[in-house]
């Protein structure tokens, strides 16, 4: 009998789930969408974790192995008491995503309040404190991201506001100003991505000099949404400018953890490793767990020129 086609070209870890909730020392809601970074010979997950009362924080988990890891007992960043932060993130802090950028890191992250979502900026250098930088969007705005180096000497960031459901790319010379907007990757009606995308993953810059950019895309069933992952390449001088796009998801909710949970059906990643050839995406499954798959940059671009789909 021959063996089974792969359904997705990501590859599901057989211990997956990494991090659950029988992992942590403490109680808590849910857990979900963990920002991920390799320091040294440490990997690191900064994970959205929900407590019983309702308000989300970040919190860091380690492991030597990528595979087995040992979260922290206290949040690594949690709603500010700060007067500049604290009206606009009185409701959770969450979904960081993390980006290198030469001897510093800088974390994105969403935060949430009365007054709707923002996206925030901190910045860390070992991973022991961190500083708030700024709040640094409209509002109403998510999926935050910056490019792990400047694009034609300026900083270059991702974000999805609410209306419209689509991916837009800025600038900026200091971080805190940003202009020159464009929309970069709007849904597809029709295709598995057709109501709604946001950048999952910080984008990756490739050997060739492409940047690779994960991204979720969101169809709304009479069941509820669905949540999946995809990928695009962008231009290595020009970021704004998609090469190809997959037509197809990489990664759908197919096991129970993923279908099962506080919210079903979804699959939602806001960080990735690269190891040579070989990309590790941790991603948020159903809300309640974090999850590890893996699968090859060819794997992706195989992917990419067979959709040869609308960009």
Known sequence: MPPKKQLDIIHRWEGNPVVNMEDLWFRAADICNAGAVKMADTYLLLITIESLRGHKSLYLARSTDGHYFEVDDEPFIKRSADKAFKKYEEISVMDGRITPFEDTYYITYVAESQYGFRIGLA?????????????????????????????????????RPWSGGRIWISYSDDLVYWGGFKALLSPRPGYWDAHRVGAAVPPIRLKDGRWLLIYYGIKDTSAGPLFRIGAVFLDPDNPARVLTRTNVPILSPRKPYERIGDIPNLIFSCGAILEGD????YYGAADSCICLGSTTIDKIEQECVKSKGDF
Do not use: H
């Open 278 to 281: 070989k990309l590790l995406l």
């Open 123 to 159: 910045r860390t250098d070992a991973f022991e404190d961190v500083t708030r930088l700024g709040l640094i969007s409209a509002v109403d705005t998510k999926g935050g991201t910056l490019f792990p180096e400047k694009i034609n000497g300026r900083y270059a960031r991702l974000e």
